[in-house]
């Protein structure tokens, strides 16, 4: 939940992230979906389940639970040069769950 923190350190400024809703650029790109998904799933709890990294590519699997909603299915991946990521995917699809 640090996303801000996260975009500033780690992205490049001309980062490229591939997501259902479209292309976004950069860390203003990044920031919207960072509001999207804390949107979707307010408060959520996530849970990484598989961490790969390859030289400058990596792959993150991940969970997540909030009142109301879940994903099971998250999956980002990254192209990453000179200690920035250039490039990113992301994909999950939130679920409706009995708010508890």
Same mark, same amino acid.
């Given at each position: 939940?640090?996303?801000? %923190?996260?975009? @500033? *350190?780690?992205?490049?400024? @001309?980062?490229?992230?591939? %997501? *259902? +809703?479209?292309?976004? *650029? =950069? +860390?203003?790109?990044?920031?919207? &979906?960072?509001?999207? &998904? =804390?949107?979707? &799933?307010?408060?959520? #709890?996530?849970? $990484?389940?598989?961490?790969? !990294?390859? =030289? *400058?590519?990596?792959? &993150? %699997?991940?969970?997540?639970?909030?009142?109301?909603?879940?994903? #099971?299915?998250?999956?980002?991946?990254?192209?990453?040069?000179? =200690?920035?990521? !250039?490039?990113?995917?992301?994909? $999950?699809? !939130? %679920?409706?769950?009995?708010?508890?």
């Amino acid at each position: 939940h640090r996303f801000a %923190e996260d975009i @500033e *350190r780690n992205l490049s400024p @001309e980062c490229v992230i591939l %997501e *259902r +809703r479209g292309v976004f *650029r =950069g +860390r203003a790109g990044a920031q919207e &979906l960072a509001r999207w &998904l =804390g949107e979707e &799933l307010p408060g959520g #709890r996530f849970t $990484y389940t598989k961490v790969l !990294v390859e =030289g *400058r590519f990596a792959f &993150l %699997e991940w969970t997540a639970e909030a009142d109301g909603a879940r994903v #099971r299915d998250g999956a980002d991946s990254f192209v990453i040069e000179d =200690g920035w990521i !250039v490039a990113q995917t992301i994909h $999950y699809t !939130v %679920e409706s769950t009995p708010a508890g």
